[in-house]
């Protein structure tokens, strides 16, 4: 088929490219030949992505604070929580009645015509600026937890240990270049023709979508069973199995960890911008909180660039995703101890920078990684219910921990602290428990069909089948 990405087998030369290929990319994770180029595509499918996804981000602000104002802007963030919860048991139908590849690629267009619209009504003088910012947060929810699913659905177990690191790469190096590009393309553009550039990438990742998955080895490709029609979807279904129970409370309490952090950051901040206005009264409260922010965000981004480029494949290989898991709450547990004992601007500005840098490399990888053993609708629809529900629970978690320990239990920096710590304490112990999960999870004879009883007892009772090792 003229286009195609190469299969199982490939001609001389296209060998000779992905031997090439591997090369290269082995500076990032172990990896077969085999698996180069597939890996290159979802590498290439993530960067692309997350420039569109950053730029798009970046864009809503000055939409919003132009031609609104930031009481609006909190109005819309609620807004956004309310719409996924009625987009996820919307995406979790779609899941079960259109084929895996065919619902990527009808999401991709959809958002895809949801840009033009936007441009079209802006243009014509149409206040789209609330809609807008809702539907960004939308939108950055949907297509990467599909793009996620879709790679994990993609690879076995054995494969998706080892090209995850790479296609997280790609994600990681988005994320760093489309706030970048933003400054660049933002002054002389504006926003209509920006938005129009990102519909274009947009659309650039639809023949990625199939191009990846055709070019991924015969002997690598996932042989997660394929669960029976089942009324479980979306929320229901990460509630009735254990395992993506564990992976969701794992989300609540990452996002609980790190969001209490900032605040105890913020808070920090402010007390050393104050400190520094009364030793120089020329200076501007403002600009000292945005100088720190600039610098304390460019460490962390490339700490992540580094930690993903250098470190999340190594770890893989040394301890694998079950021991993986375990890295971010023991760095967590050991840094809001410090932060606790040692109650210090400067040790908490270290213990942030170290979270959030190893958040966005390896926590990442690791999070998209666990749900490689699971059944297309775990991947699918459980992946987006937990990333759009759950991930949000934590926020709103934190929100009601800093409230009731400020105002009514008078806790200062070091009481949240020690509750941080409890939390991260917590956030271990469930990620012990999620990684023995994992690992019963990669044996065959382990694998679930959520929600079909009938499958899974087949399941264990069908007969082995070997295949030929990914070369």
Known sequence: MSGAAPTGTAAPERNEISIRAASFLRVLASMR?????????????????????????TLREPLLLTEGSPEIKSVAQAVVALVLLVAVPVYAVAARRV?????????????VVNLLLFCLLGRAGADVAVAYYVWV??????????????????FDVES???????????????GFIGPLLFRVLYPPLGVWPLMLICAGLLAATL?????????????????????????????ALVLSDRYLRQLALL??????????????????????????VELDSELDRGAVI?????????????????AQLLLVGRIFRWVGVAGAVLVAPLLAVVGYALAAFVPVFAVLKIVKTIENGVNYSLTNTVRHSLYLPLAPGAKYEGQTAIDAFFWRFGDVLQAGIVYAGVHALGFGARELACVNLGLALL?????????????????????????????AAAASNAPATFRRPCP
């Open 33 to 57: 030949a085999a698996e180069a180029a597939s890996a290159a595509l979802f590498f290439t499918h993530a960067l692309v992505l997350l420039v569109c996804y950053y730029l798009l981000k």
């Open 99 to 111: 084929a895996r590849r065919k619902l990527v690629r009808a999401i991709t267009v959809f958002f």
């Open 137 to 154: 947060g939308v939108f950055g929810v949907v297509i990467l937890a599909q793009f996620w699913a879709h790679a994990a659905d993609a």
């Open 160 to 174: 998706g240990e080892r090209v995850f690191p790479i296609i997280a790469g790609g994600a990681v190096l988005g």
């Open 207 to 235: 023949p990625l979508t199939e191009w990846s998955r055709r070019a991924v080895p015969d002997a690598c490709r996932s042989r997660s069973p394929r669960a029976a029609p089942s009324v479980r979807t979306g929320f």
């Open 251 to 276: 989300v609540v309490l990452l996002n609980c960890v790190n969001t209490t952090g900032e605040y105890l950051l913020s808070k920090q901040v402010v007390a050393y911008a104050e400190r520094a």
């Open 290 to 306: 945005g100088a720190f922010y600039a610098s304390f965000y460019f460490a962390v981004n490339t700490l992540a660039v580094a």
């Open 427 to 455: 956030w271990l112990f469930v990620a012990a428990r999620l990684s023995r999960s994992y690992a019963r999870r990669k044996q065959p004879s382990a694998t679930h069909s959520f929600g079909d009883p009938r499958s």
